[in-house]
């Protein structure tokens, strides 16, 4: 297997692209449809290895999950409080969205299992999740800082709970929710800072009674009533936005480029890098907005990017939330526009797959870009050009620095080297190099 991969300039880049399944609402699809009640189909499903690591871990707590074609997943699911207990540890590789979730839905049912995960998931801040699930009553055999491996026990007595979010995060918020499905009476969560809400949008779509409400400062009171009958239904999984960012800023940078991306999902709380390359001047227009009942009730509709000049910008911390997975792009953007971009508040780029803080910063200096890191503040110095590139730049087992590098060689005068990019691209985006060189790119292997 091909391990780096090496990306160099391109005269053109265009096509109409279908960017695979969204990986938040995969693990979501999957994880809810093991508590429904029949069967479930959902077609879209993202067939990248962290959603292969849910697929094996649902089919573990005793979901009949099959491939019916490709995308098109068939699943019997267990009803609520009907989990098996596994009979091995549950290696969730490299999915931190899929190790969180599946610790909430574990919570509440009264099995005991071992969790583990790659070196990645391993450095991983747990205790978030430990914290609120505790408090429903779970047990936890950890290390003192929190991280993998762990044992956990559900609790069959399970606490309602009113949890006001500390960090903003989706994943922390879903792992109380789906705990919350198998807790009589009522749990509550409090975010201050909007996050992701496909799991508030996909349990009202299986039939729970979940109630959210906004007060005038924008903070969010999301109720759910435990213990619902929720029944098997079709999920159609819209394209990732996070995937389409590579495409997106590929092609605002290449000189000529025009790409149609087709079905992206549009949840504005999704939508902060798309917003931010509109502020630094960039052409992307929605076309053929919709929604469908179907679509894991999300907003749906095709970007049309075009190439253009970027303007440096500031982009506040109140971004965060709705872009957090995208800095990496938006910073290979950033190297590219004309003045300085200043990220603020990216305190949480430190503890995902990699510290994205830090890679980023390192690997846009090697390739040439003048970049400060000030606190929890990235600094881009751009002169409206590519930098020179002809750096080698580690993957770190992150499949978002890896695509970001790998979409900056397709600007620089040398070619970009990014070393581990290929399984660390599997994780999300397995048709990432395919895709990316029908369109133009010219991303290669060395064995
Ligand atoms: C995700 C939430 C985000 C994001 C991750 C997917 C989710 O993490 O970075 O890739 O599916 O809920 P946090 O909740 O830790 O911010």
């Known amino acids: 297997m091909t391990t780096s991969l090496t990306s160099s300039h391109v005269h053109h880049f265009s096509g109409t692209l279908h960017v695979p399944g969204d990986k938040s609402i995969s ?11 029949g069967e479930t189909i959902i077609t879209g499903l993202l067939e990248s ?12 707590l005793g979901a009949h999950v099959k491939r019916v074609a490709p995308t098109c997943w068939r699943l019997y699911g267990r009803g609520i409080g009907g989990l098996a207990e596994p009979v091995d540890v549950l290696d969730m590789g490299n999915a931190g969205t899929g190790v969180r979730l599946l610790m909430g839905l574990l919570a509440t049912h009264p099995v005991t299992c071992v969790l583990t995960g ?5 450095t991983r801040p747990m205790k978030r999740v430990i914290e609120p ?55 509550t969560i409090i975010e201050k800072q909007l996050t992701r809400d496909h799991t508030e949008r996909m349990l009202q779509g299986f039939g729970a009674t979940l109630v959210v409400t906004e007060n005038p400062a924008r903070e969010r009171t999301i109720t759910l009533t435990g213990q619902p009958e929720i029944s098997g239904r079709v999920i159609v999984v819209p394209a990732d936005p996070s995937s389409a960012a590579f495409l997106t800023v590929a092609a605002i940078l290449v000189p000529g480029a025009t790409v149609t991306l087709v079905g992206v999902c549009t949840n504005p709380l999704r939508s902060g890098l798309y917003d931010t390359l509109l502020e630094m001047g960039a052409q992307v227009e929605k076309r053929n907005a919709r929604v469908s009942s179907e679509s894991s009730d999300e907003p749906v509709a095709d970007l049309v990017v075009r190439h253009g000049p970027l303007m440096g910008i500031h982009v506040p911390a109140t971004r965060v939330p709705s872009m957090i997975d995208e800095y990496p792009v ?20 430190r503890v995902k797959e990699s510290d994205r803080l830090t890679a980023v910063a390192r690997g846009l200096s090697a390739c040439g870009s003048r970049v400060d890191v000030q606190g929890d503040t990235l600094i881009i110095h751009g002169d409206g050009r590519p930098p020179l590139g002809g750096a080698r730049v580690n993957a770190d087992f992150d499949h978002r620095i890896a695509m970001a590098f790998l979409v900056l060689g397709m600007v620089t005068q040398e070619p970009v080297t990014v070393e ?18 029908g369109a133009g790119a010219c991303i290669s292997g060395e064995s």
Not at 49 to 60: K, Q, Y
Not at 170 to 178: D, G, I, N, R
């Open 27 to 37: 693990h979501r699809a999957l994880m809810l449809g093991t508590l429904a009640v």
């Open 49 to 60: 290895a962290d959603v292969f690591r849910t697929v094996t871990a649902m089919r573990a």
């Open 118 to 122: 790659d070196a990645s998931l391993r």
């Open 133 to 187: 699930l505790h408090r429903i009553g779970a047990l936890f055999l950890a290390r003192a800082n929190g991280s993998l491996p762990l044992a956990m026990s559900g609790t069959p007595s399970p606490i309602p709970i009113v949890h006001m979010l500390e960090v903003a995060s989706a994943q922390v918020k879903s792992a109380v929710l789906l705990a919350g499905l198998n807790i009589p009476g009522t749990t």
């Open 330 to 349: 938006l910073a290979i953007a950033a190297a590219c526009a004309n003045g300085t971009t200043k990220l603020h508040g990216l305190m949480e780029l």
């Open 420 to 437: 581990g990019a290929e399984s660390a691209i599997a994780t999300s985006f397995p048709n990432f190099v395919p895709l990316m060189n």
